[in-house]
Structures are given as C-alpha cells and as structure tokens.
C-alpha cells in the first residue's frame, strides 16, 4: 500500500514536472544569473575533460528519475558530452549520507557510477554506502543546491540545464525524452535501447 502511494505522488510529480518544463513562459526572469550559480557549483564530472558540450543535472543519490537520466546520458557521454552533476539529498534519510559518499570519494565519478550500476528500483535506493560523517561545509554546500534547484521552480530533481549555441539558458524538470537529448546536447542522436527507457522515447 506504502509503494502505491508512493507511486501515485512519483507519477503525479513527474507529470506536473514535466508540464513546469515545456512552459517557455515560466523561464526564470534572472536565468542568466542562475546559469552563472550552475556553473560554479562543485559538481561530479562524467565525460571528456574537453569536452565542447555540458549538461548540468541536479540530482538525489536517491532518485529514481535521476537514475534514468544518468541511464539516457551514458551514451551521449561516450560520444563526446561532458555532465556535471550536482548533488541535492532530500528523497531519503540516507541521501545526505550518499551525496558525501560521492562527493567525498577520492573518484567521484567512480563513486557515481557505482551508484547508479547497483541502484535498486524496487527501494528507490542508491547502491553506494552512505557516509556517517558529513562535512559541515558539504551539508552547507546540498542545501545551496536545494536552492539553486527551486530557484529554476523546480520541486525536486532530476533538474537539467545547459546553454544553446545562441548562449541562451536553457532547463529541464523530469527525465528528458530520448528525442529531446540530441538538441539538449548538441551532439548527434545515439542509439538507447535500455528497456528501462522505453516510456521516455
């Protein structure tokens, strides 16, 4: 019953979500300003270090919808596109003790992958091991992130931005159909054929 419910609210979220995203007349007045806070913000990087091309994700260790974004990414990262995610722990108790694991790793990246290979869908739980000790600064640096997230209007994650080639910003709240990444990205469409993925095509 506790699933259900919980299901219905995800559904629910994500529907309105993704409703917040479409609406080009609900694109922050001050969006400019977020993007420079976006760019500043410590991030795990996945992707070429050179890369021409950046996507920033707000994400929840936690986060099953995040968990698909990374999914629908991974191939886009191959192909050259560089993704900054930027952690925010609200879903669960241990999303703070998550979002310190990775962001705490001596490999981010390494740690984020790992996350996200084990996650289990049937808990909405991240795979890796939260740490018990939080930095004071790194419980600061979440919630600043929280509020950058819900500065965009973006109640939960995931929350993706990125610039144009004009240099415009641009976001997204929800996973992003599979036929949006090529212009989110700025690369050429590629190959998902992830079952998980097939509600987003």
Known sequence: MKRALWLVVAL????SASAVATDRNRQPADAVALFAK???ADAVVEGPASAR????????????????????????????????WIPVAYQQP????????????PDRAAALRLN????????????????????????????????????????????VVWKSPDGAPHYKIGVPRLS????????ARQ???????KAFR
């Open 116 to 159: 996200e290979t084990g996650y289990d869908a049937s808990k909405y739980d991240g795979a890796i091991t939260p740490s018990a000790d939080v930095a004071p600064a790194l419980a600061a640096q979440l919630e600043a992130n929280t509020a950058l997230m819900r500065a965009f209007g973006a109640p939960g994650t995931p929350l």
């Open 191 to 197: 190959t998902i054929d992830d079952p998980d993925l």
């Open 38 to 40: 976006v760019q500043s």
């Open 53 to 84: 091309h950046v996507l920033y994700v707000f994400f929840d260790a936690n986060c099953f919808y995040c968990h698909l974004t990374w999914k629908a990414l991974q191939p886009y990262e191959a192909a050259g596109l560089q993704v900054r």
């Open 180 to 187: 949006e990444l090529p212009a989110m990205t700025g690369l």
């Open 12 to 15: 629910a979220f994500f529907a």
């Open 94 to 105: 241990s999303s703070v003790g998550r979002a310190a694991a990775i962001m705490q790793a």
